[in-house]
């Protein structure tokens, strides 16, 4: 069993047991039970109904949050000779096509995400097998292959993110910084709770989302009241 620190048990008491909050609150606890000397992220943890086993209950899109993550991203972008001023522009830190494959396969990565142009994903297969464990391959359903590249790396920046269901059917994503204001919290929890309510698989009936829990960074979660909750998106 995980033993947990001082801190992380002084943090616990103050969330009562059995209680689920409604958005208002947790945001309002959620500094209150942060038990790092840093800025903590603020994570959302979403445990839904669907089957990860099948292929149409697979959840996998992208919400632009409104305030950002608070996170700097270091983005690259594969692209053509003509395109690499465009993406240099707008913020990614390389851009090229067989120069900058070559660097990655000579074990560049650092970097957090990376773009692609759609002419250039089959030369993408070299480092396929670098990129894809660590789950940097672009992907047309991450949004990350693009025919306009300032608009992907614009929408990265100010804080699009992907989210994905787990094996067990759960999404896992940091969405915002405790430091943030009350109304930028809510703003960027609403917006991604809106976006994951939209994803709903059209063959699943019933019930999606079966339970919320908000947590800081190794601090404790808060569980939320779905019905409140999805009854404010």
């Known amino acids: 069993m995980k033993k947990h620190g001082k801190k ?20 309002t606890l959620l500094p209150q039970v942060s038990t790092t000397k840093f800025d903590s992220s603020l994570e959302i943890h979403i445990k839904l109904t669907v089957d990860p086993k099948q292929a149409d209950q697979q959840i996998r899109n992208t919400v632009v949050l409104p ?17 690499v001023k465009e993406a240099l522009e707008n913020g990614a830190i390389k851009a090229g096509g067989a120069e900058l494959i070559e660097e990655v396969q000579k074990g560049f990565l650092d970097f957090d995400k ?18 894809g464990p660590k789950g940097l391959m672009p992907s047309p359903k991450a949004g990350t ?12 920046m100010k804080g699009r993110i992907e ?5 067990q059917g759960i999404l896992h994503n940091s969405i915002a910084k405790i430091s943030f204001s009350k109304e930028k919290l809510l703003g960027n929890i609403k917006e991604y709770l809106k976006a994951v309510k939209a994803s709903k698989p059209t063959s699943l009936k019933g019930t999606f989302i079966e339970s919320i829990t908000l947590a800081p960074t190794m601090g404790p979660g808060i569980k939320l009241d779905v019905n409140t909750v999805m009854k404010e998106v």
């Open 67 to 83: 305030h950002g993550t608070g996170k700097t991203v270091k983005i690259i972008a594969f692209v053509s000779d003509d395109k």
């Open 114 to 131: 990376a773009i692609a142009t759609p002419d250039i994903m089959k030369d993408l297969a070299k480092i396929a097998k670098i990129l």
């Open 8 to 27: 992380y048990l002084e943090a616990i008491k103050k969330i009562a047991k059995n209680k689920y909050y409604n958005l208002e609150e947790a945001v």
């Open 163 to 167: 989210y994905r269901n787990d094996k």
């Open 145 to 156: 292959v693009s025919k306009d590249v300032a608009k992907t790396l614009g929408e990265m």
